[in-house]
Structure formats: structure tokens, C-alpha cells
């Protein structure tokens, strides 16, 4: 017997078949991210999870270095009387702060709000509230995140940010 099972692929179909297979794509990415806004993850109450920042000598005084804690942006500092973290989406419109070392303030971009490096407090600007502080700990020569300070902020700025 001689049944052969022929398949013809114009250049119109293998064409077809391809913007398919892109909008598929795409059409995922959008359904994932709208999944991720609906269900974000969210640490449980008294859940901490330890974040190893950096090395006490990548950080020298004056300087600062930009993480991520819990899915939301932040920066450590170092002052000259030790370290500092806070988190740095504005409270203004949710931009990301960061360190402006010849001024020695942190800066929001998007409305020139300012913040004090030592308490996270806004010194100028339009942000209504001051920057959320990350407990520290420093150790074995190791700057680590243990937990936010105020775990109220971290959910009101899930809802401005698109829980990132």
C-alpha cells in the first residue's frame, strides 16, 4: 500500500502560523502580568526573610547602594555614623529616590522631593510622607535587610506601584 500522507506549507500559512504562535506570546505576558497585579505575594506577619545588602567595604561612607527587599526597591546608605536603609519609591508618585551624594540627600526625580538620609523624612518637595526604614543588621562584614520598619507602607505602595 502506498498511503502517503502529503502536507503542503505555502509561504501564506507558514506566515500565518508564525504571527500566531507571536501573538501567543504576547498574549501570555499580558495574561501573566495581570495575574501577578491580581495575586501578589505577599510576606505573611511576622515571616522575615534576611537579605544580604553587601559587604561592609563595597559601601564606603558617603556612598550608597541601590536593592531590592520584598520586592520593593530600596537603598542602603552609609553616614558617617553607620548604616542606613530605607525604602526608595516616593510617596508621592511611587518613582524610585536615590542617594545624591554632593548634596548628601536622597532625591526623587520626577518632582525634585528630597529626603534625609538619616531618618528618611522629607526635607523639600511634594511627598506627603517620609521614606519607610529597613531594620539592619551588620555583621561578619556583611550588611543585611531584616524587615521593614512599617509594614503598613510596604502594601499602600504595592497598590500605587502595581505590586511590583
Known amino acids: 500500500m502506498d498511503d502517503k500522507i502529503t ?18 506570546f504576547f498574549a ?24 544580604r545588602i553587601a559587604s561592609v567595604d563595597e559601601v564606603p561612607t558617603g556612598s550608597a547602594k541601590n536593592f531590592v527587599f520584598n520586592g520593593k526597591a530600596a537603598v542602603l546608605l552609609h553616614m558617617p555614623a553607620g548604616f542606613k536603609a530605607f525604602g526608595s519609591v516616593c510617596t508621592h508618585l511611587g518613582c524610585i529616590a536615590s542617594w545624591k551624594s554632593d548634596e548628601s540627600v536622597i532625591v526623587c526625580p520626577c518632582h525634585l522631593g528630597k529626603y534625609d538620609p538619616n531618618t528618611g523624612a522629607v526635607i523639600s518637595g511634594p511627598p506627603p510622607s517620609p521614606l519607610p526604614a529597613i531594620d539592619i543588621a551588620v555583621r561578619e562584614g556583611a550588611v543585611y ?14 497598590f500605587y506601584a502595581g505590586a511590583a
Open 7 to 24: 502536507i503542503t506549507l505555502t509561504r501564506r500559512k507558514l506566515t500565518e502560523i508564525l504571527i500566531g504562535l507571536v501573538a501567543l
Open 28 to 51: 501570555s505576558g499580558a495574561v501573566a502580568a495581570v495575574l501577578k497585579y491580581l495575586w501578589p505575594q505577599i510576606q505573611a506577619k511576622g515571616e522575615s526573610v534576611e537579605v
Open 145 to 158: 535587610a531584616l524587615t521593614w520598619k512599617d509594614p503598613n507602607y510596604v502594601k499602600s505602595i504595592s
